[in-house]
């Protein structure tokens, strides 16, 4: 056995004695946790994220919103224990919100049906707006007059009350929201109130019954789908305050047979006319419109009638023959 060299002794000795008498401790040892342990708790760390994420703010009201169009019910996403502070119910059975000192009409109960006149003031308060959806889906509602303190209608206000026959809109109005009065089967017959500027896109669309129009000189533009599928409308009068006419304006309109489109009109978009199959004639009071896109009417060819002192024709036009108005029958 080799001796241990003296050194060694020299230097491990004080180390040992240095160590005596006292007691040793220990770290307790940080919980060690498994891969799989790790894994899953990300995963429930994600979906909860993913889950806060979904319901906040306008998420929330989306989603409460696309549930279902049909429903009475609406919850207000400011204070949702409170619907009662947000929205009342008046006698005529339509539900209302005051704001700012006004009145805006905000819904309707479930009795309601018949012929509705909407007061033109609730809680000494006017009565200025139909709100968005208002009566949508109200399937009762036969009839309904908007009184002359109300300035704008909202966006999709009385769609799919399929037995609306009878609407009287004054001339306060100066805003009908989009699709406001889409798929209203029954409605027929309509004046837009003097005041609108813009027939927005979908506003009649699908009104089946729909037989006449009356179109003010304030509006500049009949926009997209406006009359889209409007199968029983004849005739249209465009005033010459009209500049624009949009894509499928007029489509569908199955017995639409004769036209007759101002100098103003400056623009009309594709499918303006389409699928309009008893369209004979189109007369133009002006110069040849732009037209936006292919295909402007069809599968019909109307005869395209134009005044002597129009420049811009010739002999065809978008393939239809061109004739003077004065050899219109």
């Not at 669309?205 to 009949?222: A, D, E, F, Q, Y």
Request: glycine residues 6%.
């Amino acid at each position: 056995m080799n001796p241990v060299p003296l050194f060694l002794i020299i230097v491990t000795l004080p180390l040992l004695l240095s160590g005596c008498g006292k007691k040793a401790t220990f770290e307790p040892a940080a919980e060690v946790k498994t891969v799989e342990e790790e894994v899953l708790n990300l995963n429930e760390e994600i979906k909860v994220k993913e889950s806060i994420t979904e319901v906040s703010g306008k998420n929330l009201e989306n989603k409460i919103a696309e549930v279902d169009h049909e429903s009475d019910l609406v919850i207000a996403i400011e204070n949702i224990d409170s619907v009662d502070s947000k929205f009342k119910i008046h006698d005529r059975k339509i539900k209302y919100q005051v704001q700012d000192g006004q009145v805006i009409i905000k819904g309707y109960d479930e009795d309601l049906s018949g012929d509705l006149i909407i007061p033109s003031v609730i809680e000494d308060k006017p009565v200025i707006s139909i709100g968005e959806r208002a009566f949508s889906f109200c399937k009762t509602l036969r009839s309904v007059a908007i009184p002359d303190s109300v300035v704008s209608i909202g966006e999709d206000a009385f769609k799919y009350c399929d037995n609306l026959e009878i609407v009287t809109i004054p001339d306060s109005v100066k805003i009908i929201g989009l699709g406001a009065f889409g798929d209203c089967s029954s409605l027929k017959e309509v004046e837009i109130p003097h005041g609108v500027t813009t027939i927005l896109p979908l506003t009649f669309k699908n009104c089946r019954s729909l037989t006449r129009v009356s179109i003010p000189n304030s509006v500049k533009s009949i926009e997209g789908a406006a009359f889209q599928s409007c199968k029983m409308l004849m005739h249209i009068n465009i005033p010459d305050s009209v500049t624009t006419i949009g894509e499928s304006a007029f489509f569908l309109c199955s017995n639409l047979d004769d036209v007759i489109i101002p100098a103003s009109v400056t623009t009309i978009g594709a499918k303006a006319f389409i699928l309009c199959n008893k369209l004979k004639s189109l007369t133009f009071l002006g110069d040849p419109p732009k037209i936006n896109g292919k295909g402007f009417f069809g599968p019909s060819q109307p005869t395209i009638y134009r005044k002597a002192e129009a420049k811009g024709w010739e002999s065809t036009w978008q393939k239809s023959p061109v004739k003077l108005i004065s050899e219109k029958p």
